[in-house]
């Protein structure tokens, strides 16, 4: 079974700095994809970033990076010039390349952005 | 921009009547999950349908929940009869397969008296 994990439950970042959320993975597949998705206070869950595992250059969303690091199954999230927008809860997900695209959900970061 | 619809977005019912969410997945997708969220356990998965058929509803309570797909525009969520740890916010989610994204309903804030 795969596992998802995000260490951090809870994170504050000043307005206009640098944040990175982490998320590590426990799998046995060679390939697959892994995502980070956003949830606001409003509850709609917005896809954020997406990541090919084959794939060795890190994606890149506007303010929106991964550090992707495939032997140490690690998929951080790093959110540069922080905005008040940001505040929400991420969640990262795991999804393997031959199931269809059910994912495997972590359990979250909430992220506040302080004025 | 295509979007999953979930009705209703809130809904207060007491405990034992049928409580019955539908989603209308994104044209064109064809898988189609079922989430429960709760702060005590986070994201559930309930179900999974592929083109119409049930892949997984092993994390669904079998002896009050149903999860179905009459056709390709509506999959339904019942409980019956429902309980107050029913409480939580449901969400639909639709995609196509082989790593593309799934895409969220804005979700069903169900309330069990």
Not at chain 2, 81 to 106: I, N
Request: charged fraction near 20%; hydrophobic fraction near 35%.
């Amino acid at each position: 079974a795969q596992t998802v994990t995000q260490s951090q439950p809870e994170m504050s970042v000043q307005e206009a700095e640098t944040v990175t959320l982490s998320c590590t993975y426990d799998t046995s597949e060679n390939n697959y994809y892994l995502f980070w998705y956003k949830q606001p206070p409003s509850r709609q869950m917005i896809l954020v970033i997406r990541q090919e595992a084959y794939k060795q250059q890190n994606a890149t969303e506007n303010r929106f990076s991964v550090n992707f690091q495939k032997a140490a199954k690690s998929f951080s999230l790093k959110i540069s010039d922080s905005q008040l927008g940001d505040t929400a809860m991420y969640f990262c997900a795991f999804m393997k390349q031959d199931t269809g695209n059910q994912f495997y959900f972590g359990t979250g970061t909430s992220l506040t952005v302080i004025p | 921009d295509a979007r999953v619809t979930q009705t209703p977005r809130h809904k207060v019912t007491e405990m034992g009547q049928e409580v019955t969410m539908r989603c209308q997945p994104i044209l064109g997708h064809n898988t189609v999950f079922w989430y429960r969220q709760t702060m005590m356990q986070g994201l559930e998965l309930l179900a999974y349908f592929r083109n119409r058929a049930p892949l997984d509803d092993s994390g669904m309570p079998k002896d009050r929940f149903s999860a179905e797909m009459p056709d390709a525009t509506l999959a339904t969520l019942k409980i019956q009869p429902s309980e107050p740890r029913d409480s939580a916010v449901y969400f639909c989610a639709s995609g196509l397969t082989r790593g593309q994204p799934q895409h969220f309903g804005d979700g069903t804030r169900l309330s069990i008296l």
